[in-house]
């Protein structure tokens, strides 16, 4: 997890570091501080992070982008992202709603500089967030459950390298890394519990966990999967892989 500080003012920026990370430390968060915080800069490093992360926001940035403007970015990328405005215009408080950014909280500068009122704010908002992070950890990871004559198979998706359809039969194989598992249910049946973003089921005989893909040669249509399997497409058929990355760029 990181966690994001943008504030045009560098006195204030510095400032609130000092403050939100002794508060992150007492309350035992694990997190990397970044080092950027111009908006441009934040969505950049956004992208290569797999979140959720915490952001605290400015409003009213001399920069090309104000706050809300950077919390709607970054929900593209961090949907599940704690984002938490700090800031002077208490009177913008109903446009961060409704930008639908989903806030986590809004802090007001009126008190800044002065510990004995803001260090409370900021450690009640962290508490929230160290709560709701503990109900996303404990939450079931997602599986895959079906019945299969007298097979009941029940597997975690992060497990799962790929599905493919058997042709001629109404019948899937569904490979691990270490197994493949013989099923007699409609890939498209298979597909509907894979509702995972890790999955690509655009391909009408396959669906693939892309964390699960290790190379890609579009030319000559192959893709060699992490258990070795290497798999094979028409370049009409693997275009819609390249077009999907090419919207994930």
């Known amino acids: ?14 400032w609130l ?25 934040v969505l950049q490093a956004v992208k290569m992070t797999s979140g959720p992360n915490i952001y605290f926001l400015d409003i009213v940035l001399k920069q090309a982008t104000n706050g809300i403007e950077l ?10 992202g704690f984002i938490v405005y700090v800031s002077v215009r208490d009177d913008m408080l109903p446009e961060t709603l409704s930008a639908m950014t989903t806030p ?34 404990e939450a079931p990871e997602p ?16 497990d799962i390298v790929y599905c493919e359809k ?7 194989r569904i490979v691990t ?19 995972d973003s890790r999955f690509f089921n655009d391909f009408q005989s396959y669906a693939l966990n892309l964390d699960k893909i290790v190379t890609i040669d579009f030319n000559k249509g192959w893709i060699t999967m992490m258990n070795g399997d290497r798999l094979s497409f028409s370049r009409g058929t693997i275009k819609k892989l390249r077009a999907y990355y090419q919207t994930q760029e």
């Open 143 to 158: 599986t895959l459950s079906l019945h299969s004559g007298a097979l009941l198979l029940k597997l975690k998706l992060t």
């Open 166 to 172: 058997v042709h001629g039969l109404r019948t899937a």
């Open 17 to 41: 570091t000092d403050i939100i990370t002794a508060q992150l430390d007492e309350l035992n968060f694990n997190y990397e501080l970044a080092s950027v915080w111009q908006p441009d800069d």
């Open 177 to 195: 890394e270490h197994q493949a598992y013989l099923v007699h249910k409609n890939l498209s049946t298979i597909k509907e519990q894979l509702g």
């Open 104 to 137: 986590t909280g809004f802090i007001s500068k009126m008190d800044l500089f002065n510990k004995a009122k803001f260090v409370p704010r900021v450690r009640e908002v962290l508490t929230v967030i160290k709560k709701r992070l503990t109900t996303l950890n």
């Open 1 to 14: 997890m990181k966690v994001f500080i943008s504030d045009d003012q560098e006195e204030q920026r510095l």
């Open 71 to 80: 919390a709607t970015k970054i929900r593209d990328y961090d949907p599940d």
